[in-house]
Each structure stands twice: as C-alpha cells, then as structure tokens.
C-alpha cells in the first residue's frame, strides 16, 4: 500500500494519512494526552512522559493524518489561528508475540475539534487495509469502553464482532464504572 493517502473529510479539508514523521512524534503524544486526560476512552490514568509514549504508541507502526499545506494555509488564512496539523492518529502493532503475532491491534486518537468529519473511518479503513499488506490476518481491539458508542459503532460497521466483555473494567472520572467490549475482525 503506497502511503500518503489523501481525502476530503466531511468538511472539505485536505487531509492525507501517511507515517509518522520523527517530527510529528510531540504533536501525537500531546493529543493522546489530551485524550488521556478526559479519561473516557484510554485506560491510562496520568498523561504520558517522552519514554512511556515512546514505549506504548511507537512499538509498532504509527501513521498520522495531518492537514495538507494547502489546505493548512487556507485555514490560517480563514479563522487568523494556527490550526492543528495532526487532526488523527493510529498505531498497528501485533496484539500478541511469536506464534500469535500475526494478529494485530490498533489504538486511535482524533482531535476533539474535529470529530464527527470522518477522520476515525478513514484511518480505520486505511488500517484495515495496511494491515493485510503488512501480514497480518487479524485485527483485535482489547478495550473498548462501553460508552464509547462512536467506536464500537464504527468498528461493528467495519465488520467487526464482539469476542466478549469485560464487566467492570474501567474507573470513569465520574466514579462509574464501565465494562469494555473485545472485538474482532479477520482479514482473510
């Protein structure tokens, strides 16, 4: 699969999915941590330092989706701010070693400000996609929090089934707690 990829999202913006650049590596930390911090969706409890990002998110395979130039520049020049230029980020790595490393796992983060234009299926087909061309023959989610509906609704659509759930398995901000769905999907 030849990366970068470019698409319109729902908004018009220019956007291309291609790998993470050294360069871009702060940009992604700071909105996992964003993400983090508003303790819906991932299960750490503390934003991560330079050597836990490095060491959960870049193990693997790290892709962004990132404004293009042009498209960066035209909303400069419209709103007078400096957008953010990472709008969306994901990792493919294998879910487990040796002989089961063939299925692979997935953790994905937007920008706030942008959710709702398409970023989270685009990069969720595309991983798809960079996935088999990378051999692997599954892909596993292991938490996915239940009230995380934009997710387990998107990866459902995606041909994704439910495995099982964990009840419990997850402490909210709020003090709730909430079960976390396993899915699954071959790609074979």
Same mark, same amino acid.
């Given at each position: 699969?030849?990366?970068?990829?470019?698409?319109?999202?729902?908004?018009?913006?220019?956007?291309?999915?291609?790998?993470?650049?050294?360069?871009?590596?702060?940009?992604?930390?700071?909105?996992?941590?964003?993400?983090?911090?508003?303790?819906?969706?991932?299960?750490?409890?503390?934003?991560?330092?330079?050597?836990?990002?490095?060491?959960?998110?870049?193990?693997?395979?790290?892709?962004?989706?990132?404004?293009?130039?042009?498209?960066?520049?035209?909303?400069?020049?419209?709103?007078?701010?400096?957008?953010?230029?990472?709008?969306?980020?994901?990792?493919?790595?294998?879910?487990?070693?040796?002989?089961?490393?063939?299925?692979?796992?997935?953790?994905?983060?937007?920008?706030?400000?942008?959710?709702?234009?398409?970023?989270?299926?685009?990069?969720?087909?595309?991983?798809?996609?960079?996935?088999?061309?990378?051999? %692997?023959?599954?892909?596993?989610?292991?938490?996915?929090?239940?009230?995380?509906?934009?997710?387990?609704?998107?990866?459902?659509?995606?041909?994704?089934?439910?495995?099982?759930?964990?009840?419990?398995?997850?402490?909210?901000?709020?003090?709730?707690?909430?079960?976390?769905?396993?899915? %699954?999907?071959?790609?074979?």
């Amino acid at each position: 699969m030849q990366l970068p990829i470019q698409t319109i999202l729902k908004d018009g913006t220019l956007v291309e999915l291609g790998d993470m650049n050294a360069d871009e590596q702060a940009d992604v930390r700071a909105l996992l941590n964003i993400v983090i911090i508003d303790g819906q969706t991932y299960p750490q409890a503390q934003p991560l330092s330079e050597e836990e990002f490095a060491a959960y998110w870049m193990s693997g395979d790290s892709f962004v989706v990132r404004l293009v130039d042009d498209a960066a520049d035209d909303l400069e020049n419209n709103i007078n701010t400096k957008p953010e230029k990472i709008l969306g980020a994901f990792y493919l790595k294998p879910n487990f070693p040796g002989r089961c490393s063939h299925i692979c796992n997935a953790g994905f983060i937007v920008q706030p400000s942008m959710r709702g234009q398409g970023i989270g299926r685009y990069m969720g087909e595309n991983m798809l996609a960079i996935a088999r061309t990378r051999g %692997y023959t599954a892909v596993m989610f292991n938490l996915i929090f239940s009230t995380n509906t934009a997710s387990l609704n998107l990866w459902q659509s995606l041909g994704f089934s439910t495995l099982g759930m964990i009840p419990n398995a997850a402490s909210l901000l709020d003090g709730r707690k909430t079960d976390a769905v396993i899915m %699954y999907r071959a790609l074979e």
